[in-house]
């Protein structure tokens, strides 16, 4: 049974960091693609970043070079590092896992797994 938990989330003031964790079980973060998605509230789920088995990323252009996402092995843990945030990064983030290739990584019905979700809120 695969699991995927976020954690980390919480409430952050503007220009701050912040480093949500995805934990998975069942699945292996090295041999799968990882991604993390954001759904505020009255708008659609949108693709954030994407880490792929061979180590390439991929990002949103609103989040490059604010947000990193990486991975550690033998902790199974998948992570996005996020810098400078803004209140439009207010959401509830979510963790996916699967086999998604590069064209279809921000579809949001091209990954198989999902997380519980977890809240970031920015204020000004």
């Known amino acids: 049974q695969v699991q995927l938990v976020e954690s980390g989330g919480g409430s952050v003031q503007a220009g701050g960091p912040l480093r949500l964790d995805c934990a998975a079980s069942?699945?292996?973060?090295?041999?799968?693609?990882m991604g993390w998605f954001r759904q505020a509230p009255g708008k659609e789920r949108e693709g954030v970043a994407t880490?792929?088995?061979?180590?390439?990323?991929n990002y949103a252009d609103s989040v490059k070079g604010r947000f990193t996402i990486s991975r550690d092995n033998a902790r199974n843990t998948v992570y996005l590092q996020m810098n400078s945030l803004k209140p439009e990064d207010t959401a509830m983030y979510y963790c996916?896992?699967?086999?998604?290739?590069?064209?279809?990584?921000?579809?949001?019905?091209?990954?198989?797994?999902w997380g519980q979700g977890t809240q970031v809120t920015v204020s000004s």
């Open positions: 069942g699945i292996n973060v090295r041999s799968n693609s």
């Open positions: 996916a896992a699967g086999r998604v290739l590069s064209g279809v990584a921000l579809l949001p019905s091209a990954w198989r797994y």
């Open positions: 880490l792929y088995p061979l180590g390439d990323t």
